[in-house]
């Protein structure tokens, strides 16, 4: 069966996930960390993308991005990995593929979950248990959205600016977003939504997307709609 294409709107953020090959690791040395943020900044600038948020695990990567442009993202990831496995290759003298297939991303709803995207992002280091607190963790863009460190990679998305008419202010909003805990249910929607390419929002956001793109945006209810007619005749 052929692959449906991603959801896309140009100007809609996205959450993208890319990993590497059964698992293993994507980054073994500080310089790989640091050539992947230089060519994800280059390939974003080419083809335009804006990244918002981002973390580089070992083993793999997450993204909060907007495309200008339908194929923006696809452009920028295929360039980016390009660059990144024959770098890789080439440093630790090895062939062959390093992705774990294609990226995977989820569309989403940014007035309802782009902030807890970000923060989801962001702690994945602390959820990893590799460190107690996200401004420990030197490869992402945690330190950039909540202490103020430059980063010419982020681009501050418009929920993020209205925290506040300064950056000090800004700053201090989104620390204290991070002295509460994302709900279990929120990081549940998150990481099904972005492993099954389904539309990350509320029913509203749902609703119009699916009218917008002609597609349905979520799956099937398990068991049939328990409140149709149909449904009750059938059990009767």
């Known amino acids: 069966m052929a692959r449906l294409p991603r959801f896309v709107i140009p100007g809609q953020p996205q959450h993208v996930i890319l990993r590497g090959n059964n698992r293993t690791e994507i980054f073994c040395a500080d310089a790989d960390y640091r050539f992947y943020l230089e060519k994800l900044q280059l390939a974003c600038d080419t083809h335009g993308c804006d990244i918002h948020a981002y973390v ?4 793999h990567v997450h993204l909060l991005v907007t495309p200008h442009e339908e194929r923006s993202l696809s452009k920028a990831m295929q360039m980016l990995g390009r660059y990144y496995v024959q770098y890789y290759n080439y440093c630790y003298q090895r062939t062959g593929t390093l992705w774990e297939g294609r990226y995977k991303a989820t569309l989403i709803d940014s007035e309802t979950y782009l902030l807890t995207c970000m923060r989801y992002i962001e702690l994945n280091p602390v959820r990893a248990n590799m460190v107690s607190r996200p401004s420990e963790y030197p490869w992402s863009s945690y330190r950039y959205n909540a202490l103020g460190q430059p980063n010419d990679l982020v681009k501050p998305h418009f929920e993020y600016l209205r925290f506040g008419r300064t950056d000090e202010e800004r700053q201090a909003a989104y620390r204290q977003l991070f002295k509460h805990r994302i709900a279990e ?8 939504a972005t492993n099954k390419a389904w539309v990350l929002g509320d029913d509203r956001y749902k609703q119009r997307i699916q009218k917008q793109l002609d597609r349905r945006v979520e799956p099937k209810a398990k068991g049939g709609d328990r409140k149709s007619e149909e449904f009750r005749n059938n059990r009767a």
């Not at 580089?56 to 083993?59: C, H, P, V």
């Not at 249910?185 to 099904?192: H, K, V």
């Open 185 to 192: 249910n929120s990081i549940t929607e998150i990481r099904d």
């Open 56 to 59: 580089l695990m070992t083993n």
